[in-house]
């Protein structure tokens, strides 16, 4: 979206999203971390959150605890911890620190709280740990205490999924990158509607109707079917088809206020149906495109761009960070940063992400020019 359509709250959004990064990427830079640091600080905290996470899994979630807030704290102060150097008696009580402030609805999806979630897990993870180090006390057992994470927050507690393979199987690698930023049930509709869209020329005005095959938690979690915002769309299955069918794209665009309020959108959003199919995985889909000349167009997505099955490539994530960093930083910049991040193993100071990153190094070499 351009600068001017970008709200205050987008631009709070945009910043907070990547929950356990930014704030571990900060305190490298305070602390003067290498790039190696860094690495070895997100792996554990990625496994940290989404160990804490899966022994609840999926009562917590289903009782409406947004789980990426919830669980993410913890993982933000155990990479936080790293960092420092926490011993182990500060990291438990970094992580006791984290869980009580520990937070997010599910009933927040389609609003700016949404992301304010993973952001204050961030911030809440990266204060326990700087209260630790200065030997801030907490509860030593706070997920497993009968008052403590796990027990108030879930009816399910399978502690082993914490402990068993710890330390020789990493989360991180059963994990991978979104290619579009929306709810991540919506992409093999969308992958399906982008290829329809290539093979056929498709442009959305000689669709009669759209019919989806979709896995149980499409609807559960994307079935708003007249999304009146920009976020509200991030949880639409028929505005996010619509819009793929019409564009061949599903980026930050397509989920613009204004998008979501085009009337081509709005019209070929209302031919669209989904029907829950209990056999389909979440990186599964059935479409099919029937045509005001009566043919029928089909595609079926066995996994999703962007599932383990059907990772992204490195050119494609170069591809969506220039098309999110380049108007922001600038071509140039953007480029520097990219090549940056490629090579963060190597880095001897990992500020020099945090300084590529600002925007008003940009705009001060823009005004040098000008």
């Not at 669209?272 to 000349?293: G, M, Q, S």
């Amino acid at each position: 979206r351009s600068k001017q359509e970008r709200g205050a709250g987008d631009e709070l959004s945009a910043r907070l999203k990547p929950y356990g990064r930014t704030e571990m990427l900060a305190l490298a830079e305070r602390n003067g971390a290498n790039g190696r640091d860094v690495i070895d600080a997100l792996v554990l905290g990625i496994d940290v959150a989404c160990r804490i996470g899966n022994t609840m899994y999926p009562d917590h979630y289903d009782r409406g605890w947004h789980i990426t807030g919830t669980a993410g704290v913890f993982g933000a102060a155990a990479g936080a911890g790293r960092i420092l150097g926490l011993d182990e008696q500060q990291m438990t009580w970094a992580l006791g620190a984290a869980g009580t402030q520990s937070s997010g609805f599910r009933e927040m999806f389609g609003t700016h709280c949404k992301s304010f979630h993973p952001g204050r897990a961030a911030q809440n993870g990266l204060t326990s740990a700087l209260l630790a180090a200065r030997n801030f006390t907490s509860s030593n057992q706070v997920l497993e205490a009968p008052r403590g994470f796990a027990h108030v927050m879930s009816t399910k507690q399978d502690f082993a999924q914490i402990t068993d393979n710890l330390g020789r199987s990493y989360e991180i690698t059963l994990n991978t990158y979104k290619p579009f930023p929306c709810g991540i049930v919506i992409h093999p509709a969308i992958d399906a509607c982008i290829q329809l869209k290539r093979d056929y020329g498709l442009n959305g005005d000689e669709v009669e109707r759209v019919e989806l095959d979709v896995a149980p938690l499409v609807l559960e979690l994307t079935g708003k079917r007249t999304p009146q915002i920009g976020l509200e769309g991030k949880f639409s299955v028929f505005h996010s088809a619509a819009a793929a069918l019409i564009f061949g794209a599903a980026g930050e665009t397509q989920y613009s206020d204004s998008c979501v309020r085009d009337p081509r959108v709005v019209s070929l959003r209302g031919r669209i149906a989904a029907t829950v199919d209990p056999k389909k995985r979440d990186d599964e889909v059935d479409a099919r495109v029937i045509l005001k000349d009566g043919r029928v167009l089909t595609k079926h997505i066995e996994h999703a761009i962007g599932s383990r099955e059907r990772p992204m490539t490195d050119e494609d994530l170069s591809e969506k960070f220039h098309g999110l960093a380049d108007e922001i930083l600038g071509r140039e910049q953007s480029t520097k940063l990219l090549d940056a991040a490629w090579s963060l193993e190597s880095l001897s100071d990992a500020a020099r992400i945090c300084q590529l990153a600002d925007p008003g190094t940009a705009t001060e070499r823009l005004s040098r020019r000008a």
